[in-house]
C-alpha cells in the first residue's frame, strides 16, 4: 500500500527530543525522507537517523539554531543539498524559562521569544521561498506544507509563563497570517496546539504522583498526551488527506481547552 507521505521530504526542528523526534518518527514511518534538526543534542539526532535509515528510510541531521538567520539559511541548504526539495517543514523546536512576572530578566523574555515566535518566522519564511524554488510536484497537491508547534497556551492564559504564552499567541497570528498570505500558491499552513504531552519540557508536570494527579484534573481525557498522539496528527495535517485545511489550529489536548474547572458546574 502507497505510504502517506511517499516521495516526500520534511524537515523538522528540534526533532532531538519529545514532540519533534516523535513527529519525525511519525512521519518517517509515514514514507517521508526527513531532515532532523538539533540544536545541542547531536547524539539523540543521529540515532533517530540511523533508526530511520536501518529501517529502510531516509534521514540525517542537520545542526541550527532556529533563532539565527545564517544557521537557518544553512539548514535549509544542507537539506535541500541531502534530498533534493523540501516538501513538508515543521516549525517545532522552543523552550520554557518560567518564573513570576515581575522576576522575569529580560535575558529570560528574549529568549523564549527569539526561539519560539522568531525562530517559527524564520523557520517559515525559509520554508516559503523553498516551496517556491522548487516548484509544483506530483507528490502532492500543495506546493508546501507548513505545521507550526503551537500549544493550547495560544489560547489558555498562563501566569507565571508570560514569555512562553506570549509567544505561543504571536505563533498563532503569525500561522493565520501566513496562512492568507500563502494559500493562493497552494501552500498550506496550519498549527498544531498540543496539550499536555508528556516529554522533558514538562517533566515537573507530570514526574510525580502529586504533580499527576494535579495535572490530570485539566485534561477530561483523563489521560496525558504521547508524543505519538502529535505524530499521527502532523501525518495527517501534512497529507493531502488534509487539503482543504489551511489557516487552522488543531487542538491535540485531550479536552484541555473545553475549560475543565466548569464542569459540574454550570
Ligand atoms: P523538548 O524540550 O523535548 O523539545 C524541544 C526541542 O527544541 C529540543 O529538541 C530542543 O533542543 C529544541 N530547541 C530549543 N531551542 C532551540 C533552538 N534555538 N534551535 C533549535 N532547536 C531548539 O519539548 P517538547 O515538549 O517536545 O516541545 C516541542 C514543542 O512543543 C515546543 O514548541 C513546545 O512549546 C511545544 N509544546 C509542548 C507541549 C508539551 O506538553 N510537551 C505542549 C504544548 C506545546
Redesign the pocket.
Known sequence: MEKLLANQVALI??????????VAKALANAGAAVAL?????AE??ERLASEIENAGGSAFAVQ?????PD?VANMFDASRARFGGIDIVI??????KDSAFAEMTLDDWNLVL???LT??FLTCQAAVKEFRRRGQTPASKALGKIIC?????ELIPWSGHVN?AA??GGIRMLMQSLAQEVAPECIRVNSI??????????KD?WDTQEALDKLLQLIPYGR??D?DD?GKAAVWLASDESDYVVGTTLFV?GGMTLYPGFAGNG
Do not use: E
Not at 534538526?37 to 543534542?41: A, D, K, L, R
Not at 516549525?91 to 520554557?96: K, M, R
Open positions: 526542528t528540534g526533532a532531538s527530543s519529545g514532540i519533534g523526534y516523535g534538526n538539533y540544536h545541542s543534542h539523540s539526532a541550527a539554531d532556529v533563532a539565527d544557521q516549525a517545532n523546536a522552543g523552550l520554557q527569539s526561539t519560539n525562530g517559527q508547534i503551537s500549544s493550547v497556551h512562553y509567544s505561543k496546539a498540543p496539550g499536555a504531552i508528556r516529554t522533558p519540557i514538562n508536570a496525558v498526551g508524543v502529535i489536548d
